[in-house]
C-alpha cells in the first residue's frame, strides 16, 4: 500500500502524497483510477495540495488557468473562482492544426478561451482589485485553446476543492493571434466550438460570469495572497466560453472566433 492510499484508509490528510501521486501520473501520462488521498472539502485543502505539487513539478509557471465554480457551491467554498498553474512545457503557440495528447483513462476536455497577458507594474502585494484596476493590468488578449486535463477521469465530478488539487484540471494551453482591439472585441466576438462534425458550445466573454476580465481580478487577487503574484507577461487561461467539452483520442474539433480566427485540431493519445 502507497502513502496516498494508507491516507485514504486511515482517514487522514496526506498532502505531499496526493501531490506526488499526481504529478508522477502526469509525469508518466497515466491514469490514476481513484482520487490518491482523502477528498479535500475546502478550497484551502485543495491550493495545499496544489502548492506541493508546484514544487514537485520540474517546470517553471507561466501562466494560471481560471475556471468557474458553480453558483450552488459558491457560498460553501467562498469562492466564485479556482485556478491552477500552466507550465512552461504545456505552452504551445498555434502553427496551423493543433495536436492534443490525452491520457488514457483520464479527463481530457477543449476549452476556447480568451487569454490574457499581464503588462508591467502590477503590485505584488496587493490583495483587492477593482475590474477597472484589473483592466488596466492587461497588455493583449489572445484567441486560444484550454487543455483540462489530469489523471484522474472523476475529478469534475468531484468538484472544486479536487479540481484545485490537481493544477485545476489543467494541461496546457495553445495561444492564438491577439485581438487587435481587444477593448472592443472582448465582450463582442462569438465564439462556437464543434467536435467531429457536431456543435457542442457556444459563447462569448460574457458567457462567464462577470466576463473574463472578472477572471484576471479574481487572479490577481488570489494570488498575491498566496505569495505568487502575477508578474509583466504572465498568461491568464480566463475560463471556458462555450463550455468544458469533453474529448478523446481519435476525435477532431474546431473552435471558431467568429471574424478573429478559428482553431483546428485533433487528439491523440498521451504517451510519457
Known amino acids: 500500500m502507497n502513502a496516498s492510499s494508507a491516507a485514504a484508509v486511515n482517514g487522514a490528510q496526506d498532502p505531499a502524497a496526493t501531490a506526488e501521486a499526481f504529478v508522477s501520473a502526469r509525469l508518466a501520462a497515466r491514469a490514476t483510477p481513484d482520487y490518491p488521498g482523502v477528498l479535500p472539502t475546502s478550497m484551502d485543502e485543495g491550493y495545499a495540495v496544489q502548492e506541493i505539487a508546484i514544487g514537485l513539478y520540474p517546470d517553471q509557471i507561466i501562466g494560471w488557468k481560471v475556471g468557474g465554480i458553480a453558483p450552488a457551491r459558491q457560498a460553501e467554498l467562498g469562492a466564485h473562482r479556482l ?7 504545456n ?11 490525452a491520457i488514457e483513462g483520464g479527463f481530457t476536455a477543449i476549452e476556447a478561451e480568451f487569454l490574457i497577458r499581464i503588462g508591467e507594474g502590477v503590485d505584488p502585494a496587493k490583495t483587492e482589485w477593482t475590474i477597472e484596476e484589473a483592466t488596466a493590468a492587461v497588455d493583449a488578449v489572445f484567441i ?5 486535463g489530469s489523471p484522474l477521469s472523476a475529478i469534475n465530478d468531484l468538484g472544486p476543492p479536487i479540481v484545485a488539487s490537481d493544477f485545476g484540471n489543467n494541461a496546457g494551453i495553445f495561444v492564438g493571434p491577439a485581438l487587435t482591439d481587444w477593448r472592443a472585441q472582448l465582450p463582442a466576438v462569438q465564439v462556437e466550438s464543434t467536435i467531429d ?3 457542442v458550445g457556444t459563447g ?11 477572471s484576471v481580478r479574481f487572479l490577481l487577487g488570489h494570488l498575491a ?21 469533453r474529448i ?7 473552435c471558431d472566433f467568429k471574424g478573429v480566427g478559428i482553431i483546428k ?6 504517451e510519457a
Open 265 to 270: 485540431g485533433t487528439v491523440v493519445k498521451a
Open 91 to 101: 505552452n504551445w503557440p498555434i502553427e496551423g492544426d493543433v495536436v492534443v495528447k
Open 204 to 214: 462569448g466573454s460574457p458567457s462567464l460570469e462577470g466576463g473574463a476580465l472578472e
Open 248 to 254: 478523446h483520442a481519435g476525435s477532431d474539433f474546431i
Open 144 to 148: 486560444g485553446l484550454e487543455i483540462a
Open 197 to 199: 462534425g457536431v456543435s
Open 225 to 245: 495572497r498566496r505569495g505568487r503574484p502575477l508578474t509583466a507577461g504572465m498568461l491568464v487561461s480566463s475560463g471556458a466560453v462555450t463550455g468544458v467539452h
Open 83 to 89: 485556478a491552477g498553474p500552466i507550465f512552461a512545457r
